[in-house]
């Protein structure tokens, strides 16, 4: 399944890009970091209309880097990844980065950074059903 957003802004802005794989894990965690977000973000919406800092708090309740690492040692532990999508969240977490973790252990941090690379990977890929899928195991266990 084909991603409608991807495949817009690659037809409004003309750019293909390049092969997911070619990215740095430090840019697949940047675009996985919105995707993320966004997808969080419309499901709690979706729950119910209710004022802005309620969905705010209903939504950092996922996206915080703790439930994030929460969420991917759940992928790995119930081996719910592919090969490739191991190898993917393995260079995200690997990766150093320039940012430090703000409210989470650094493993934490790591392990959420490792998981946005992951998103990122597939939604470049235009792969958003497994998104979709990793996205709900995910958001299943926080």
């Not at 802004?9 to 675009?31: H, M, T």
């Not at 996922?62 to 090969?83: F, P, W």
């Amino acid at each position: 399944m084909k991603s409608d957003l991807l495949y817009s802004v690659k037809e409004r802005f003309a750019n293909e890009g390049a092969d997911p794989g070619q990215y740095s894990p430090l840019s697949l965690a940047f675009i996985g970091d919105s995707i993320y977000g966004a997808i969080v973000k419309t499901a709690v919406v979706l729950e119910g209309n209710c004022p802005a800092n309620t969905l705010d708090r209903k939504a950092v309740r996922y996206i915080k880097a703790v439930s994030q690492a929460k969420g991917a040692d759940y992928l790995i532990d119930n081996d719910l990844l592919t090969d490739e999508e191991m190898s993917v969240y393995r260079r995200g977490r690997n990766t150093k980065s320039a940012t430090a973790a703000k409210n989470a252990p650094v493993g934490d941090y790591r392990k959420a950074t490792g998981l946005e690379a992951l998103i990122g990977y597939l939604y470049l890929k235009g792969d958003m059903q497994r998104v979709m899928d990793i996205m709900e195991a995910v958001m299943s266990v926080v």
